[in-house]
């Protein structure tokens, strides 16, 4: 089968199909013919991890596609030809991929396999953030910075339909912005133009917002201190802004009485993974089935134009997921 | 009555024995004569503030003595003559107090006022951290740094006999550790001949300890980062090593996906320790009761005394509590 790997640690060039074996559903797992994978920044730091050793794998966590045979008795449900998406732990970039069946999400009917593949990764992570780690309540007011991209747009969505927080968002451009307005976020902050700690002051009386969600890291960390709440919450899932702090005040830390956590969801463990999938089945799905809440999908490349979908990334060009198309 | 305020904030010698009027017991409150109260660290950095304006407070925020009147028809059973013990939001260091009748403890028969006086603050504070801040669970490894201070020999008990926990703590003096085996715990480490960090992971079989309570802060950072397993929660609730922490690697945050926490007991809502104190009676008390943990007094210094009291706690030479004593 068609496969996307690395010759060796590296740019976006350094992304190359090759062919494989096509994989082995062992027990418990499924075998899924991939119609479409997407990019996540996980994949880009796989692709330049040097400390990556040959064989390399193959690229991707994520997929939406067809079961072709079901290796799990405890899920007779997945009958080959049922339609799924989910997480893998790799081998997304590619026409066949094993799967974990207990991380299965059946697609509904009406949606593509391309929308389909933009939930997996954005969507449990939003929800793993907002509830299990940030424990989101009503009435609550959320901070989200990238607020149009994969995980912003979902967690824009989650936080204003299901729990009808507050949103607050940050975005670089009016035109990110205007679309997380679409989405439902309350209050827009263009940060190129804005501090966004003031206008987050002033918007929440003083009182700052009860969680953050931070993709960004060292560049905001003070600005984010200023907007959180006494006793709030602070998700740190990215440090696309710099991973180094260099003035951390613990005492501000105690007398705000701030809880900080570093998360990735990628590492986690099998069980983890499992138990996160069928609580998102269970209490998000009926959201999708009646289009109350979107896969946002915003560009859709084919395998084969992996680097250029990888720039794209790169360039933070995309409002929403970026799609792998696999050729039937 | 004869109370504890101060000239002006700045050092020991800032304190003084004023003459105040015996406090109005408001509805909710109990008025309590003082038998004894204990020394915070609290008490110290508001001696110091010099943000504090006139009238400076009595200090104090921890008393033991008997209810004189009942102002809480919900609390009808703590009757005049009743012995109690609890938090007061400052006041404590005088010979009368009034003191939120949800946040009395009352004492059982065989416990002297001295004793009662070293429960509050500190076996609060060990409660909330480990319990509903640290979430230990047993099997679990806890690491105590000043294992033999007024928090530290509160936390080794409940974390041994409430939850069968590993227990690891470090101190700076042999005769410390001594002192935290007899109460439980199971690993020692003298801070100043070795490197805690290095015993722990070895301890661990390299995996590090599922939560830290730190009082210490920016000097021991590095270290208790090491320590930490992955998942690991750890509490802040003191930064007696400093508070500016030079470098902080947040990628590493997420790698290990650390929760992090600052917190204060003091400045919490009413209804917070009234809950608090609520679980803990109910919790905890039993253990004290049947003598299976104890308050550890160090040393009891006369109302008098309070500046040499304060200079005592400065010199970190206590093993568990410094108590006041206020003359019949």
Redesign the interface.
Known sequence: MKAVSIKNPGGSEALEIQEKPIPEAKEGQLLVKVKASAINRTDIMTRENKQLSKPYPILGVEVAGVVIENNNVNHKELVPGTRVAGLVNHGGYAEYVAMPSDRAIIIPDNMSDEEAAAIPEVFLTAYQTLYWLGNLKPEETVLIHAGASGVGTAVIQLAKKMTKAQVIVTAGSDEKLQFCKELGADKLINYKEEEFDQIVLDYTKQKGVDLILDFI??SYWKKNFNSIKTDGRWI????LGG??????????????????????LT??SDEYKAQLTNEFIENVMPYFEKKLIKPIVDTIFMLEDVAKAHRYMEESKNTGKIILKIKE
Chains 1, 2 share one sequence.
């Open positions: 890291g060292a740190v899932i990215g440090v991973a180094i702090v260099e003035n951390v005040n613990l005492g501000m830390l105690l007398q705000k009485r701030i809880t900080l956590k570093g998360t990735l590492p986690r």
